[in-house]
């Protein structure tokens, strides 16, 4: 079994986001001027999904101070991306690691680590960095903005715009860069626990192949309790123009799976796993699993 060795990508990114995140605490941190009157505590809740378990909450208890949710403050945790983006002046970071299984093929093992800000309401900055599942090193950047709604009032629409590189020294002379940008719609909806995410996204490659892929994410599931979310996540790809097949033999390929996200505080891990074909150089269709801890200021 050849499995790609780069496995301290994932651990490096989770140590540079501990203290990505302490950082951020210091530096977006809201402080009450000397001297300044202390707002009243209220036992209400002033954010209409606070008593769901979903979203970041401002509800307070006399002499309690709010406890964080980052359930609803993550831009992306596997394939499916958040339309109401981070919190304004929320700064997170998650590292990941990536494993691919099928028959017909090596076992393949990849990873990396994402970082996100929310400079202003309403935007949310994501860079990333993997290896990917053909041994690729793989970076992007992409904005994400909320052009309606609320997270506090459970529905967002936003709008995706992306550059990635899916592979330096590619090409018969090993001397291009294999890039894409990526443009697409977000909507996601929150009530009484449960949550969903949908994307539609186009892309296209900056090579003269004109490349041209469309697909659609989605992920849905309900909050359980104060701490954790079970759902699932997924993803579908259909190649539009320029060469019909993918890798795997096809003119089409997805990956799906079960997600849990547990939450503690400011930090959080989860663990997305089923079936795929993406990744694949064959035309079975495999298993991938993605794990990935992380956190943010709120």
């Keep these: 079994m050849n499995v790609h060795r780069d496995r301290a990508v994932a651990p490096l990114a989770i140590c540079l986001g501990v203290s990505w995140v302490l950082i951020a605490r210091v530096a977006f941190a809201e402080t009450t001027p000397v001297g300044s009157a202390a707002p009243a505590e209220t ?3 002033t954010s209409g999904e606070g008593s769901d378990g979903d979203g970041p909450r401002s509800e307070t208890t006399p002499g309690a101070k709010p406890s964080p949710d980052v359930r609803g ?12 983006g981070a919190p304004a002046h929320a700064v997170g970071v998650q590292g990941y690691g990536l494993g691919l299984f099928a028959r017909g093929q090596n076992a ?3 990873g990396g680590g994402s970082i996100w800000a929310a400079p202003v309401d309403r935007l949310t900055l994501v860079g990333d960095a993997q290896r990917n599942m053909y041994g690729n090193f793989s970076p992007s950047a992409a904005v994400v903005f909320r052009v309606l709604g609320d997270p506090i009032e459970g529905w967002s629409l936003g ?3 992306k550059f990635k590189i899916d ?3 590619a090409g018969p002379s090993h001397d291009e860069v294999e890039s894409e940008i990526e443009l697409g719609a977000l909507v996601s909806f929150v009530r009484r626990g ?3 995410d949908a994307n539609g996204i186009a892309g296209r490659g900056t090579g003269d192949d004109g490349e041209t892929d469309v697909e659609g994410r989605l992920r849905l599931g309900r909050s359980l309790g104060e701490l954790f979310r079970l759902g699932v996540d997924s993803q579908a790809r259909v190649r539009a123009a320029g060469p ?3 890798p795997n033999g096809r003119t089409w390929d997805f990956a799906a799976g079960a997600q849990g996200l547990l939450a503690l505080g400011e930090f959080f891990g989860s663990l997305t796993a089923g079936p795929s074909t993406m990744g694949l ?3 079975n269709v495999g298993w991938t699993a993605v794990v990935s801890f992380g956190g943010t200021s709120l």
């Design 43 to 45: 036992s209400e809740p």
């Design 73 to 84: 403050a993550i831009p992306i945790v596997a394939y499916t991306y958040s339309a109401s």
């Design 108 to 110: 393949t093992a990849g």
């Design 159 to 161: 709008a995706l715009g």
């Design 167 to 169: 592979g330096f020294a």
């Design 194 to 196: 449960w949550y969903l």
């Design 244 to 246: 019909r097949y993918l």
């Design 281 to 283: 150089t064959s035309s």
